[in-house]
């Protein structure tokens, strides 16, 4: 399901509310991807980028962003 306005979530160590994401990734939010049944979205957009939420352990809820640019330039 995506939606276009924010819907904070956390994991064990911290919980993300829109204006700490918008100052890790230093963009600015769109819309968010979250897959039946999760509570931590798979994918956000940005204004700039495509971010993918991974899972960085299956025991703990710990995550990281990978930042893809939407607009790739090509020479």
Same mark, same amino acid.
């Given at each position: 399901m995506i939606i276009c306005e924010?819907?904070?979530f956390s994991? =064990?160590?911290?919980?993300?509310?829109?204006?700490t994401f918008e100052e890790i990734v230093q =963009?600015?939010?769109?819309?968010m991807m979250y897959k039946e049944h999760e509570s931590?979205?798979?994918?956000i957009w940005t204004i700039n980028y495509v971010i993918i939420?991974?899972?960085?352990?299956?025991?703990?809820s710990e995550i990281s962003f990978e930042k893809i640019p939407r607009n790739p330039v090509c020479e």
């Open positions: 924010w819907k904070t994991t =064990d160590t911290e919980t993300h509310t829109q204006e =963009d600015e939010f769109e819309a931590i979205p798979s994918y939420v991974k899972r960085s352990s299956k025991i703990l």
